[in-house]
């Protein structure tokens, strides 16, 4: 697969459940509470993902986005494909690991988890496996 820039409302959708479920990120020194952070987690957000695609393409593409709220109210697999999606998209740096979007990204993955009453394993295995609610959901919205 290539990778590419998830839409605003993508990146919205991960920004609006971060807030949405108070999620309090810590990174290096920093602590970021995305509920009253919705923008500067936004921002990062599409930073990271065209960090990503241009590192991987030789581009040099940026975009301004603007945080709007959206509904939440996702099934927890629906939600992990496009957390695993947008983390797929933003992943071709070699530092990726150590950004603030991958601590977003993780942060709103163990809260996906948490509110179904399962591992991140078990939720990770769901999509190794063939399940069907994974495989309906679609890879980017």
Not at 65 to 74: K, N, Q, W
Request: charged share 20%.
């Amino acid at each position: 697969m290539s990778a590419w820039v998830c839409s605003e409302r993508h990146i919205n959708l991960i920004a609006s459940y971060a807030a949405a479920h108070q999620l309090v990120v810590t990174w290096r020194d920093e602590t970021i509470a995305c509920a009253v952070s919705q923008q500067r987690v936004v921002t990062v957000l599409m930073e990271e993902n065209h960090r990503s695609v241009n590192h991987r393409y030789s581009e040099d593409d940026h975009e301004a986005i603007t945080f709007e709220a959206l509904v939440t109210s996702v099934t927890p697999v629906f939600m992990l494909k496009q957390l695993a999606c947008y983390d797929y998209q933003a992943c071709e740096c070699d530092d990726y690991d150590a950004t603030l979007a991958k601590a977003i990204v993780e942060a709103c993955i163990a809260e996906v988890c948490r509110r179904a009453g399962r591992t991140v394993e078990q939720m990770r295995g769901a999509r190794n496996c063939g399940n069907a609610e994974w495989q309906a959901a679609p890879w980017g919205i």
